[in-house]
């Protein structure tokens, strides 16, 4: 073999290698991602697909075969009255809750900006809720509206006031499921709030004072306007938190009396599971989830005009 042939061989070598190395080094970022590409298809993608499929079908857990039937699932979920029930109150629940949490979230906060003796032992306190799980919470307040030995109850037997039955009325039962939600999530707004209120320039502040402005013009027209791009982020993030709420209402009501305070997220799951209903609770999921897109893409661009 010639030396020229040699050489020729040695360079196609080198530039093979070459190549190889440069394949493998344009691969490397992608090697690092692909455990969490296998987690994401495998817990997320995958079920999804997996549900989609299923709620174009007649498939009912432990019954033999399934088949095509497209849109009628959908159908009935929106012609259902239970469904439509449920949703009414899904959107009381939480609009209710979120605002009731944004009002007394933001009055904390402004109380808490000032100086006063135990402030630090009553942020803690006010905390301490965001702490407990959502089956204690319900369990606690489940307790305290037990209509024979239940604090509310004693607290107006004291006035001369019979307390109601509260979980076997309509209306009192909504109201008790919205104050354990108030109760638990006060302090995400008061935290937020707080936060944000703190931050603000000072300077700002000062000079509206040395022009005359009050404290309630202040608040009105500098503090709120400079924060209200995160007050609703934080309101998008508990609206979104409430409609996904089942734990509090499963325990102290189980969306009872009969279906009345039944939020989406337990009607699906009551559907799904001990009826086997499999494919008819998906479709109701899927629906559920274009309804949170929805609200979500409305607030987003709500956020992005302010």
């Not at 707004?189 to 000062?206: D, H, I, K, P, Y």
């Not at 004072?209 to 209200?228: F, H």
């Not at 409609?243 to 009607?267: A, Q, Y």
Request: proline share 4%.
């Amino acid at each position: 073999m010639s030396e020229c042939e040699t050489k020729r061989e040695n360079t196609q070598s080198e530039k093979t290698v070459q190549r190889r190395k440069n394949i493998l080094s344009s691969l490397k970022p992608y090697l690092f991602i692909l455990p969490a590409m296998v987690i994401l298809v495998s817990l997320i993608i995958y079920p999804l697909v997996f549900s989609l499929s299923k709620s174009l079908t007649d498939f009912m857990l432990g019954m033999p075969g399934q088949r095509f039937i497209g849109l009628k699932n959908y159908w009935l979920a929106i012609t259902n009255q239970s469904f439509q029930q449920s949703l009414v109150f899904s959107l009381i629940f939480s609009i209710g809750a979120t605002t009731l949490e944004l009002v007394l979230g933001f009055i904390t906060a402004l109380i808490l900006q000032r100086q006063f003796f135990g402030k630090q032992a009553v942020t803690v306190l006010l905390i301490l809720p965001m702490m407990v799980t959502p089956v204690v919470v319900g369990i606690i307040w489940l307790l305290m509206f037990q209509p024979d030995f239940s604090v509310i109850n004693g607290l107006l037997s004291f006035v001369g006031i019979e307390g109601p039955i509260w979980l076997q009325n309509k209306w009192t039962a909504r109201f008790a499921v919205i104050v354990a939600d108030v109760w638990q999530w006060t302090p995400f707004f008061t935290l937020v709030l707080l936060g944000a209120m703190l931050n603000l320039s000072s300077e700002v502040v000062e000079s509206a004072k040395v022009d005359g402005a009050t404290n309630l013009q202040i608040l009105r027209y500098i503090k709120i306007p400079l924060i209200m791009p995160l007050i609703t982020v934080a309101v998008l993030i508990r609206l979104i938190d409430t409609f996904r709420v089942f734990d509090k209402i499963f325990v102290m009501t189980n969306g009872g009396p009969g279906n009345t305070t039944e939020v989406l997220s337990l009607h699906i799951y009551r559907t799904g599971l001990p009826f086997m209903n499999l494919s008819y609770a998906a479709a109701m999921s899927y629906l559920f989830l274009i309804l949170l897109i929805l609200i979500t893409t409305f607030l987003i661009r709500r956020l992005q005009r302010v």
